[in-house]
């Protein structure tokens, strides 16, 4: 569990940060790589209140399954079998023996590890703009995008819903270890007009992972509400 990263999401969330849906849609949370639900589940009961329906993403068999538990009697929150990708239809690989160990956060797809993207197993891989023109009363207000590697590609699919929503965003990228990959992340945010926050707590292995919020630069509101965040968290740092 990231705690200042859902520490800030939970601010913004409290400080009505998140954009109002348009008309005649609903506000919507991607939660993609969403394991076994449990940050799915838990954004729904966070905003309540304000009646978000939250769509779970997730690409191993097994994961889905305990998530699809973990969602029953759980209203607003929509769980799939899917990976996120530039282009709609394609399809994922990984070893048809991920399907038989236990379901946990660690049971995940890499991109930066080659055999977890072999074998007989399989998953569709959707783009983001091709899962909102289908889920057409939707206006995505957030997306939570863990993807292991694959960040890059997402954003790639999701020119049109950036452009039209302006979501909150985060990502998680390797700064050292993985520096080609993280700067193609930051050139995205930045030819969608996204200012960047980096939130400061590992993530993982290895051990330069890091989250980071990115919020849409005319968004006054949502500046100042990290602005401040930032801001507190460094003096609480200071000597």
């Known amino acids: 569990m990231e ?8 601010l913004i969330f409290d400080r009505g940060g998140l954009r109002a849906p348009r008309p005649a849609t609903r506000a919507c949370v991607l939660d993609a790589g969403a394991h076994d ?3 799915a589940v838990m954004l729904v009961n966070a905003l309540r209140r304000a009646d978000v329906q939250v ?13 699809r538990r973990h969602a029953r009697g759980v209203f607003n929150l929509h769980v799939y079998q899917l990976g996120l990708g530039d282009v709609d239809g394609a399809t994922g690989h990984y070893p048809a023996e991920y399907d038989d160990q236990k379901s946990s956060i660690h049971l995940q797809i890499a991109r930066f ?44 699919g999701a020119n049109r819903t ?7 965003l985060t990502v998680e990228t390797f700064p050292r270890s993985m520096a080609a990959w993280h ?6 945010l930045e030819a969608h ?16 992972g890091r989250n980071h919020v990115a919020i849409p630069r005319e968004d006054r509101r949502l500046r100042y509400i990290l602005d401040s965040f930032f801001s507190f968290s460094l003096r609480r740092r200071a000597p």
């Open 193 to 208: 007009d996204y200012r960047v926050f980096t939130v400061d707590e590992k993530v993982g292995w290895p051990t330069d």
């Open 183 to 188: 700067r193609e992340v930051m050139a995205l």
């Open 3 to 10: 705690y200042q990263l859902w520490a800030l999401l939970l």
């Open 55 to 67: 769509h779970a993403l997730e690409p191993l068999a097994r994961n889905v399954e305990v998530a």
């Open 162 to 168: 950036l452009a039209r929503d302006r979501p909150v």
């Open 113 to 156: 590890r080659g055999k977890d993207n072999e074998g007989n197993a399989t998953y569709p891989i959707t783009a983001i703009d091709s899962f909102f023109n289908y889920q057409r009363g939707c206006t995505l207000v957030l997306a939570h995008l863990d993807l292991e590697g694959n960040e890059a590609a997402a954003l790639r």
């Open 37 to 39: 639900g449990t940050t």
